[in-house]
């Protein structure tokens, strides 16, 4: 075999492995857009909820519209809009924002767990029918969520070990693969709640 012939083989296994893994990483890529976007789906189910519920709460608690107020507010926040980020013509990855979304979705579940806190001096409002079955559906959203947040960041630490192991890492970012942040929500359970910052003038 000849220095040529031997050069010829060893730039075709270099080209073999560079597009095996320019694919591999695209996939990866890929998939955490597709649970990223389940996880959305998720997210918006519970916003809703989350105000249908303090609308059921408002008929029995005329102080709880501060809390109303401040969920709208979050919920308005353009980085609820994952889909719309994700084709920001800034050209601006959605994965860069991974941890502002978390911090967001803390609030929320932080302002969502003083509202239940707050209930639980109200006996007719804990026996009302449509707040049982919102709470209900809202603890059941909260799985599905932690589910789907699990699943993305399984994905990401696949992406991230391929996309920083050598010799990938030489080449990753040069084709526009970078780093992505894991995804975590602080779920506020009702005991964690502050009572007197939440009763505070």
Known sequence: MTEYTLLFFVSIAGITYLVFTYNRLVR?????????????????????????????????????????????????????????????ASGESIFGKISEIAKIESQLSSAKAEMLLVAECYPDLKADGNFVHLQSRISSLDSVIADRQELFNDVVGSYNTVRESFPNMLFASSFGFKKIDLLVISETKIGDVNVNELFAD
């Open 28 to 88: 990866l890529r890929i998939n955490t857009q597709v649970a990223l976007k389940n996880i959305d789906v998720a997210l918006k189910q519970r916003h809703e909820e989350i105000k249908n519920l303090i609308g059921v709460c408002k008929r029995y608690m005329s102080y709880e519209a501060a809390t109303q107020e401040s969920v709208t507010s979050i919920r308005s926040n353009p980085l609820f809009n994952l889909e719309k980020l994700n084709n920001d």
